[in-house]
């Protein structure tokens, strides 16, 4: 067989695709960032007509450069939660509470499961309040490196992976940063 690798990530990712869609949600397999960014911007996003967009922190959206298209938009109401220099402390809050009244979230997840279930911990609380209750609509953008067989999965990836790497990455002062492994704190 030619190509394995892909033929095997084709398969896991129509399975998820399926049990995505069994769950309610609407689902695209993409296969790269700029296919990613390209259904985002060319399918979605029209076919939605937000007036207003904002996002949760996502390194996948950073990464598609969907961030870099439209945080300087003129067609839609942006509520930019990244440009923490320009606010202070409680007016970040604040456009992060604004976000959960737009049109349109941008988010990732922590981890999809095989069963199409998405699980999040998150930091602030902003990203899980969108996906579950807020915004008219809601795209989660999910890497094929977070794929998980189950729940459990899930947060064994959380919490030895996922939290601390974000700690790292955003300067954090927990104990993960040093230990490599979540302390539930």
Not at 51 to 71: A, C, P, Q, V
Not at 132 to 151: A, Q
């Amino acid at each position: 067989m030619e190509k394995p690798v892909e033929f095997y990530w084709l398969l896991r990712l129509e399975e998820v695709k399926s049990a995505l869609e069994k769950n309610n949600f609407e689902a695209f397999i993409a296969k790269d960032t700029e296919t990613a960014k390209s259904i985002v911007e060319n399918e979605i996003i029209p076919r939605l007509k937000p007036k207003s967009i904002s996002w949760g922190g996502s390194k996948t959206f950073m990464e598609t450069g969907i961030y870099d298209s439209l945080k300087n938009s003129k067609n839609h109401e942006i509520i930019d939660t990244y440009d923490n220099k320009r606010y202070t402390p409680e007016e970040v809050s604040e456009r992060r509470r604004q976000a959960l009244l737009t049109d349109l979230f941008i988010t990732g997840t922590n981890a999809v499961t095989e069963a199409g279930h998405l699980v999040n911990l998150d930091m602030i609380g902003n990203r899980v309040g969108a996906i579950t209750y807020g915004p008219r609509n809601v795209i989660v953008l999910v890497g094929k490196n977070k794929i998980v067989s189950d729940l459990d999965d899930a947060m064994f990836r959380i919490k030895n992976f996922t939290a601390p790497i974000n700690a790292m990455r955003l300067d954090k002062k927990t104990p993960c940063i040093k230990s490599g492994r979540c302390a539930d704190c």
